[in-house]
């Protein structure tokens, strides 16, 4: 399955763009690694960051379809 990821904040800094298309994988684990491979900055942000899949909080062995969306959110500071 082909996903398209979109990165937040942080994210986008670490990733160097603001999403990736045609990301494949089976599992959201699946995709998380292949943006990992892809681009070796991410790997910090995503181990903290919030997953969501087509707007829902996603676990990492939730299963994909072809054509979703997954956004990659940091931790947000503020107040």
Do not use: C, K, N
């Amino acid at each position: 399955m082909a996903v398209t990821v979109r990165y937040w904040a942080g994210a986008r800094a670490a990733a160097g763009v603001g999403e990736d298309t045609e990301v494949p994988g089976e599992t959201l684990r699946d995709v998380v690694a292949e943006v990992v491979r892809r681009r070796p900055g991410l790997a910090p942000v995503v181990a903290v960051a919030t997953l969501l899949v087509q707007g829902s909080r996603g676990l990492l062995d939730d299963p994909v379809t072809a054509g979703v969306v997954v956004e990659v959110l940091p931790p947000f500071a503020g107040g």
